[in-house]
């Protein structure tokens, strides 16, 4: 008796054990199946890069840039395919019915005639910049005064007009160039290329300095990396003008700090933007000198070969500005100098402004 009841204890307690575990295996199973049959992860479809959102946005980068390429063309092209004389002070000399029979035949749109008592007065009148050219008419012939450093395009029209008026009395043409460019580049090729690097001498250093000094804490040693660079970036320009190209004969010192005037002027605003407004401000800028500054500088053609309106915008700008500081200082003894000179003394206060404001901004933080 109680070596079976001894046996079937065991035996019930191990059949009772395997029931459950099958039953606790089986319960555990089929809750697994259903969970991974009917669970949320594997019901939810991956997800699909960029989408609606990701095609709008190369959408709009496509047609924005399309959009700044055709802008592009027409800041450079526009002026230029619309260039001509637009009122340039135009000095002419000679009999009363001679002056007066060429004053009625000049577009009023174009020139804006000065009459003067001799050759003398209308060469001296050049040199003054009172004129950017004149003709001296006498019963031999038409004497064509150009001044080629004030702007190229303006003296070859100068020119013409001297030639059909000999034409017309049929007598010589014969042309002086008052005030022009250095032998070596008497075309002043070097001047008009003088553009990008004129630009890009206030793009630059605030750039590369942002990279290798980042931060509010180094504004003060970048402000004075910028001013630094001016002067020796302009030796460099001036030096390559005066010795490579020959496109200016002397005054050297002069050029070169009114060179380095304007890399100033450009470079200051760069650097206020930046550190009030971010890469933000710096890139609104760059874009304006980009789209404005440049075509409407007037450095290759003179402002008078520009659209009136245009002209005025791009001499209020720096690079117009400093283009024509660099000729009153290269070519004219400095005539002419006094408005660039305003408005690149504006264009540096206001970048310096900037500058000691986010200067301000800094110390109140640290302050507080």
């Known amino acids: 008796m109680s070596t079976t009841d001894a046996t079937a204890a065991p035996t019930g307690n191990t059949g009772n054990t395997e029931v459950t575990g099958t039953a606790d295996v089986t319960a555990s199973t089929g809750t697994a199946d259903v969970t991974a049959a009917t669970g949320t992860t594997a019901a939810t479809p991956p997800p699909v890069p960029g989408g609606t959102k990701g095609t709008r946005r190369i959408a709009a980068v496509v047609v924005g840039l399309a959009a700044a390429i055709t802008l592009l063309l027409c800041a450079f092209g526009l002026p230029s395919a619309h260039g001509g004389p637009h009122h340039a002070p135009l000095g002419v000399s000679g009999p009363r019915q001679a002056v007066a029979a060429v004053q009625e035949r000049l577009p009023q749109e174009q020139?804006?005639?000065?009459?003067?008592?001799?050759?003398?007065?209308?060469?001296?009148?050049?040199?003054?910049?009172?004129?950017?050219?004149?003709?001296?008419?006498?019963?031999?012939?038409?004497?064509?005064?150009?001044?080629?450093?004030?702007?190229?395009?303006?003296?070859?029209?100068?020119?013409?007009?001297?030639?059909?008026?000999?034409?017309?009395?049929?007598?010589?043409?014969?042309?002086?160039?008052?005030?022009?460019f250095g032998a070596d580049d008497p075309h002043g090729t070097g001047l008009g290329s003088l553009a990008l690097p004129l630009m890009f001498g206030g793009i630059l250093p605030v750039l590369i300095l942002a990279l290798v000094a980042p931060g509010a804490a180094t504004l003060r040693a970048r402000l004075g990396g910028v001013i630094a660079f001016a002067p020796v970036a302009a030796a460099g320009v001036t030096a390559v003008l005066h010795f490579a190209t020959g496109?200016?004969?002397?005054?050297?010192?002069?050029?070169?700090?009114?060179?380095?005037?304007?890399?100033?002027?450009?470079?200051?605003?760069?650097?206020?933007?930046?550190?009030?407004?971010?890469?933000?401000?710096?890139?609104?800028?760059?874009?304006?000198?980009?789209?404005?500054?440049?075509?409407?500088?007037?450095?290759?053609?003179?402002?008078?070969?520009?659209?009136?309106?245009?002209?005025?915008?791009?001499?209020?700008?720096?690079?117009?500005?400093?283009?024509?500081?660099?000729?009153?200082?290269?070519?004219?003894?400095?005539?002419?100098?006094?408005?660039?000179?305003?408005?690149?003394?504006?264009w540096s206060a206001a970048g310096l402004a900037m500058v000691l404001v986010a200067l301000r901004r800094e110390e109140a933080g640290v302050r507080g």
């Open 247 to 346: 496109t200016i004969d002397g005054e050297y010192v002069r050029t070169w700090l009114g060179l380095a005037f304007g890399m100033l002027a450009l470079g200051l605003p760069f650097l206020g933007l930046q550190s009030l407004f971010g890469q933000r401000g710096f890139l609104g800028l760059a874009v304006a000198m980009m789209f404005l500054g440049n075509p409407l500088s007037g450095l290759a053609t003179g402002p008078y070969w520009l659209p009136d309106g245009w002209s005025t915008l791009g001499q209020l700008l720096p690079m117009g500005a400093a283009g024509s500081l660099l000729r009153a200082d290269a070519f004219f003894h400095g005539t002419g100098a006094g408005a660039p000179l305003a408005v690149l003394g504006a």
């Open 111 to 180: 020139w804006d005639v000065k009459t003067y008592a001799n050759a003398h007065a209308l060469t001296e009148a050049i040199h003054d910049r009172d004129v950017v050219g004149g003709l001296a008419l006498g019963a031999d012939g038409v004497d064509v005064y150009t001044a080629s450093a004030g702007g190229q395009q303006i003296s070859t029209a100068i020119s013409g007009l001297g030639t059909g008026l000999a034409d017309q009395r049929h007598v010589k043409a014969t042309t002086h160039e008052v005030v022009g």
